[in-house]
């Protein structure tokens, strides 16, 4: 069964940093697309962030210069790295690869 477990959300103040990790199991992803994904309440869920197998990146308007999405694919993994974070960054962050959804882990920036 495929599983992704997201870690690294919570509480920090605006200016901060957070590093979002989601490791994929169940399956080898290694040459599978991964990405994050937001949802703010009553917004729908908007991509922030995806990185092929290659590494090329793609990154939404409002994150680029401040995020940063790396991947391991050794272990099937992922990262989120979140600098200079703002109040408008507040969402629920999901995991995606390939077709695969984590449950989403919540970030709240104060301030």
């Known amino acids: 069964q495929v599983y992704l477990a997201e870690s690294g959300g919570g509480l920090v103040q605006a200016g901060g940093s957070l590093r979002l990790s989601c490791e994929g199991s169940?399956?080898?992803?290694?040459?599978?697309?991964m990405g994050w994904y937001r949802q703010a309440p009553g917004k729908e869920r908007d991509l922030v962030a995806k990185?092929?197998?290659?590494?090329?990146?793609t990154y939404a308007d409002s994150v680029k210069g401040r995020f940063t999405i790396s991947r391991d694919n050794i272990e099937n993994m992922v990262f989120l790295q979140m600098n200079s974070l703002k109040p408008e960054d507040t969402a629920v962050y999901y995991c995606?690869?390939?077709?695969?959804w984590g449950e989403g882990t919540p970030v709240t920036v104060s301030g």
């Open positions: 995606w690869m390939e077709g695969y």
């Open positions: 990185i092929n197998m290659w590494g090329m990146t």
């Open positions: 169940g399956r080898n992803f290694g040459l599978s697309d």
